[in-house]
């Protein structure tokens, strides 16, 4: 459950990304509570993979670029060594070392943190017990994701932050994982989640915000954005707001 009077999990003020002449983030503000899931929403393009990157320390800002982000009071890019011991990432492409059996790079993520979880805990979570011996190389793109969120997992983060987190899962798999965010976020860890899959947000987002040329549009519930956009579900929201949006940019050029 989210703690709304708490101090933030995330606190993002101004945000503000240039890549030379494209602008990536545009004056992006954000809250996230403590134990509360906050889905990013948006076209390709749309700056969520940007945002998320800042907030994880995993870009660097230059010169030109404006705003604050703090994760648990830590600044991403002063703070990059205690902020790795707090939060996990799995982004969605991972290069990870093909020659290594699932048990063996969890084996290798556990030695990285003072208390992580057990290898047996994290083969359940992402449920690969009978692939724990199976190399990398040689697993399904679905099963590699499940790998790169076990390894997101093993430090115990307060939080975590999932970018597309079933692409490449078949029906049993996604229900699976969808459990076991709701799980950890019964533990008390935060989650941040950049997905395309409406049901999946409606299904474990308490937030969405919703992302568009690198500005937010829209944030709220995902019940308060179907109502706010007249339409009868979230995917019908998603495109009718974007709508609006792009409506009143050309309206004011």
Not at 177 to 193: A, F, S, Y
Request: proline content about 4%; overall charge negative.
């Amino acid at each position: 459950m989210t703690e709304p009077h708490s101090d933030p999990a995330v606190l993002v003020e101004h945000l503000h990304q240039r890549y030379r002449t494209r602008v990536a983030v545009d004056d992006v503000s954000l809250r996230v509570d403590p134990g509360e899931i906050l889905g990013v929403l948006g076209a390709n393009g749309a700056g969520k993979t940007t945002t998320v990157e800042l907030i994880a320390g995993l870009r660097r800002r230059r010169a030109h670029d404006r705003g604050t982000v703090r994760v648990f009071g830590l600044d991403p890019q002063r703070d990059r060594a205690r902020l790795r011991e707090i939060l996990g990432v799995q982004l969605q492409t991972a290069t990870l070392h093909g020659d290594l059996t699932v048990r063996e790079l969890i084996d290798l993520y556990r030695t990285f943190y003072p208390n992580p979880r057990s290898r047996e805990d994290l083969l359940g979570l992402v449920d690969l017990h009978d692939h724990q011996r199976v190399r990398f190389d040689r697993l399904s793109g679905g099963q590699q994701q499940r790998v790169s969120i076990a390894l997101a997992l093993t430090g115990r983060p307060r939080l975590v932050i999932l970018d597309e987190l079933t692409t490449g899962l078949d029906p049993r798999a996604r229900r699976r994982m969808w459990d076991t965010i709701e799980q950890i976020r019964d533990e008390g860890c935060t989650v941040i989640l950049v997905s395309h899959a409406m049901d999946e947000v409606e299904r474990l987002c308490d937030r969405v915000i919703l992302l568009d040329k690198g500005r937010v549009i829209a944030s709220g519930a995902p019940t308060a954005l179907v109502r706010e956009a007249g339409v009868t579900d979230l995917e019908a929201a998603f495109v009718a707001l974007t709508g609006r949006a792009i409506e009143l940019e050309e309206e004011s050029a």
